[in-house]
């Protein structure tokens, strides 16, 4: 097979009858053989327009995926599933992005966890991370009845309040029971989970290194490790296949991240009604994409939903899990 000439105008088009990479001959502005464009531009100017082009189409299909994926989550996911996927970003595309603006959006706001192994003894590295947030707690409390004498609204700070309520309520956890006392510590049966949480109990600092480091780099894994626990909602089901499950896993994570990233910048910026946003937006939107992707009813819908929410702590721990085990075994 020879080799198509090239023939290129002062306009710096090719004009081309036959595919520059197939050598087939044009009967379009594509090849319908490979598939490449007809008439390449070859100027400096053309190389940024296909780059900008590049970018704009993702974002075009974005502007149609992004609002489906919001509000009506399960319609998108049932369109890709059923192959009516051109005008929308491939769910694992979406939730790739979603990661890494995701994480960059974190090392912005919150700056980068550095674990020193030189530092103080564990207990007591709990220890002051309990009275720092203790302090916070106090300040935070201190600024809240300010507003009130001042009758000035507390929504904001009512939030910060509790999201550190929450961290101390943590570290309290992962506190070592003191001998003889009464106090239960937090443990499980399964491995996995049991090492998740004697890493945090040994060394919370480098557990939250790892986790931080290699999140990113593992992120994937959270898709093989939801995907069963969703099939046990349907199992042996001749309708809904493994396919239909991973789809549905990956617009969902996509989402979870991308409301994530929403949320960070929200608190950043001192936005109210974020801590009630993050307990009433996820098992909703969960609710409607089950709804919307696998026809069920209400009742089903709802039950599974709450199994969802379940089983997506379980997974966010296992998937912690996969991490600590991984970095610990290089």
């Known amino acids: 097979m020879s080799e198509p000439a090239l023939a290129v105008g002062q306009d710096g088009h090719t004009h081309e009858t036959a595919c520059l990479?197939?050598?087939?001959?044009?009967?379009?502005?594509?090849?319908?053989?490979?598939?490449?464009?007809?008439h390449v531009h070859r100027t400096l100017g053309a190389f940024f327009h296909d780059l900008l082009h590049g970018v704009f189409h993702f974002e075009g299909r974005i502007w149609h995926t992004l609002p489906m994926l919001a509000w009506r989550p399960g319609e998108l996911t049932r369109c890709y599933i059923d192959g009516r996927r051109v005008r929308f970003v491939s769910p694992l595309?979406?939730?790739?992005?979603?990661?890494?603006?995701m994480f960059a959006v974190f090392h912005q706001i919150s700056g980068e966890w550095h674990w020193n192994p030189g530092a103080a003894d564990n207990g007591k590295s709990l220890a002051q991370g309990k009275a720092?947030?203790?302090?916070?707690?106090?300040?935070?409390?201190?600024?809240?009845?300010?507003?009130?004498?001042?009758?000035?609204?507390?929504a904001a700070i009512d939030d910060q309040i509790d999201?550190?309520?929450?961290?101390?309520?943590?570290?309290?956890?992962?506190?070592?029971?003191?001998?003889?006392?009464?106090?239960?510590?937090?443990?499980?049966d399964i491995p996995v989970l049991a090492h998740v949480l004697e890493a945090f109990r040994t060394n919370p600092g480098?557990?939250?290194?790892?986790?931080?480091?290699?999140?990113?780099?593992?992120?994937?894994?959270?898709?093989?490790?939801?995907?069963p626990?969703?099939?046990?909602?349907?199992?042996?089901?001749?309708?809904?296949?493994?396919?239909?499950?991973?789809?549905?896993?990956?617009?969902?994570l996509a989402f979870m991240t991308l409301f994530s990233v929403v949320l960070m910048i929200a608190n950043r910026i001192g936005l109210p009604g974020v801590a009630l946003a993050?307990?009433?937006?996820?098992?909703?939107?969960?609710?409607?994409?089950?709804?919307?992707?696998?026809g069920c009813g209400r009742a089903g819908a709802l039950w599974r939903t709450a199994a969802l929410l379940v089983f997506a702590m379980i997974a966010l721990l296992l998937f912690a899990g996969v991490i600590l085990a991984q970095t610990s075994a290089e």
């Open 93 to 101: 595309a979406l939730f790739l992005f979603s990661v890494f603006l």
């Open 278 to 294: 993050t307990l009433i937006v996820p098992p909703l939107h969960i609710y409607r994409q089950v709804r919307g992707t696998y």
């Open 229 to 252: 626990m969703l099939w046990l909602l349907f199992p042996f089901s001749r309708r809904f296949q493994l396919y239909d499950h991973t789809v549905f896993v990956t617009f969902s």
């Open 163 to 188: 999201t550190q309520k929450t961290s101390l309520d943590i570290l309290e956890n992962m506190a070592p029971s003191a001998p003889g006392s009464a106090t239960p510590r937090v443990s499980s």
């Open 21 to 38: 990479n197939c050598a087939t001959p044009l009967l379009g502005s594509h090849c319908h053989a490979c598939g490449q464009a007809a």
């Open 206 to 227: 480098l557990a939250l290194y790892k986790l931080q480091s290699y999140a990113y780099k593992y992120s994937w894994a959270l898709i093989p490790i939801s995907v």
């Open 132 to 154: 720092e947030a203790q302090s916070k707690l106090a300040k935070l409390e201190e600024q809240r009845a300010q507003l009130l004498a001042q009758h000035k609204s507390t």
